[in-house]
């Protein structure tokens, strides 16, 4: 035994010395992936401009580069609390962003476009005053537009703006003016209008307390400038996004040609399936372990909260128990995701799944906990007397009397909550997990069609519903037959 034992730790030690010697550090790049020709995803994968210029420079340095996809409002806070080590996401170098990051110096001149549908009566600035604009949350088209036109609809990325756009649901869209140039060749109804709104320059964002890497990366950068590197990768994803436009235009006739190639293309083009399967095993791993650890707590906290009342004992574990039941019940789930990510876990890195399970888990575990309290005062008290004067403890009759009992009761309810919490965790998005329903966005941001990609979101959700029910039907009719 002690020998295997030898042998094991041998192995493991032998093991990670190996990895370690492997292993290059982690360079952490945040951005914003949904913004031609400079990020945007093909194939599950993240290419563009900026990600080549960032894995050309983490190459030289000696860098593993990991790729981040996040909200574009988020990529300098990420900076700024160390969750990312560069940003680099078409960032307009600005004197507010100057204040929270460093930038390096600017790879490229840009600006603000408006784009107009083709049939669009505005022939003047002036006129957009009264009509409906689009643009992305947080960027410098959003800021312009709110300064010197009107307040604006915010979209969570430049791509969905534009789909509105389409769709009518918008008049005008401002944003920048090459991912413009992009949108406008993939809709042949929509078009660049006047000149320039702005002028700008991108750079990359690093955090203040990093300014080596800032040094590194200036001085790689001067050097691409040089001899051409940059000017290169430039132009090759410009001409790539030109030779991929109008692939998303429907070309067939009749209703079926049309329905054929838009499942071809929302689905089946660039595995975009991949998206919903790998968002439903997202969505399914974070509901299984947060419904479990819901249980846990749930449970928990019901049998102290029973305790407390029928025997006056454990009353500071009581008043913890309200508080948590008050808080959690009192804000919103998206809140609570959103506090624990960006404040609790604000400058460590853990992983977003974990986040989100402890976040539902937390959540649920409120809702569990009533339900399972509800169940346990649903049983006689007198059920509890006689217990104790067959001679058991006041634990032995929760454990063998009281809670089988309760737990048969509840079942409905704790199924409800399981659906429930099922559906609630559609708000990952929120803090970038590719879950089921922001797979859907990620397609409807590369298709422009909101169509088939959200119709098949809940065609998914409700077949996982329907099963889960069914499931619990299951359980149910058992324990009844067991009675
Ligand atoms: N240049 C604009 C800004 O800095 C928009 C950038 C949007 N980038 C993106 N990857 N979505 O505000």
């Known amino acids: 035994m002690k020998h295997i034992f030898a042998v094991l730790l041998l192995l493991t030690t032998l093991f990670m010395t190996g990895c370690g010697k492997e292993k290059k550090p982690k360079l952490i790049m945040v951005t914003n992936a949904a913004f031609p020709p400079y990020e945007y995803m093909v194939n599950q994968r993240i290419d563009g401009i900026d990600p080549e210029i960032v894995r050309r420079i983490a190459d030289k340095l000696g860098y593993e580069l990991e ?31 100057k ?24 022939k003047d600035l002036a006129e957009l005053k009264k009509l409906r604009i689009g643009v992305q949350h947080g960027t410098t088209g959003d800021l312009y537009v709110a300064k010197n036109i009107r307040e604006p609809e915010r979209f969570a990325n430049g791509a969905l703006a534009v789909a ?69 990768i ?48 997202i969505t399914l791993y974070i509901t299984v372990f947060a419904v479990l650890m819901g249980l846990v707590i749930g449970f928990a906290v019901a049998v102290i909260r029973s305790t407390a009342d029928q025997t006056g004992k454990w009353k500071l574990l009581n ?53 399972i309290r509800g169940g346990i005062m649903s049983i006689d008290r007198g059920q509890m007397e006689a217990g104790r004067s067959l001679g058991l403890s006041h634990r032995q009759t929760m454990e063998q009397i009281i809670l089988p009992q309760a737990f048969k009761n509840v079942l409905p309810s704790l199924g409800n909550e399981f659906v429930v919490l099922l559906k609630e965790t559609s708000v990952a998005g929120y803090i970038a997990l590719q879950d089921l329903t922001k797979a859907g966005d990620i397609i409807r941001s590369q298709t422009y069609d909101a169509f088939l990609p959200l119709i ?28």
């Open 319 to 371: 008043l913890l128990c309200k508080i948590y039941l008050t808080v959690i019940r009192g804000t919103p789930v998206v809140v609570q995701l959103l506090i624990i990510y960006f404040v609790i876990f604000g400058t460590v890195n853990v992983d977003k799944v974990l986040v989100a399970i402890i976040a539902f888990g937390i959540n649920s575990g409120a809702y569990v906990a009533e339900i």
């Open 234 to 281: 430039i132009a090759h994803y410009r001409s790539e996004s030109g030779k991929t436009a109008s692939q998303n235009a429907i070309v067939a006739e009749g209703f079926f040609g049309k329905l054929q190639e838009s499942l071809y293309l929302n689905f089946f083009k660039d595995k975009r399936y991949m998206y919903l399967v790998k968002g439903f095993g």
């Open 67 to 97: 790729i981040h996809d996040m909200a574009f409002e988020a990529v300098i806070a990420a900076v700024q609390s160390g969750k990312g080590d560069i940003a680099a996401s078409g960032i307009t170098v600005t004197e507010e962003r």
């Open 456 to 483: 098949a979101v809940a065609l998914i959700y409700l077949a996982l519903v329907t099963l889960l029910t069914s499931l619990l039907t299951h359980l149910e009719n058992r324990l009844k037959k067991n009675e």
């Open 99 to 122: 204040k929270q990051v460093n930038f390096t110096i600017p790879y490229v001149v840009a600006n603000q476009m408006v784009i107009l549908p083709k049939n669009s009566p505005v």
């Open 164 to 232: 509105a756009l389409s769709a009518k649901k918008l008049d005008a869209v401002v944003i920048d003016q090459e991912p413009a140039e992009v949108y406008v060749r993939q809709m042949p109804q929509l078009q660049l209008f006047g000149k320039p709104l702005t002028s700008e320059e991108y750079a990359f964002a690093i955090n203040k307390e990093n300014p080596e890497l800032l040094g590194h990366f200036n001085e790689e950068l001067h050097k691409m400038k040089e001899d051409g590197s940059l000017a290169a």
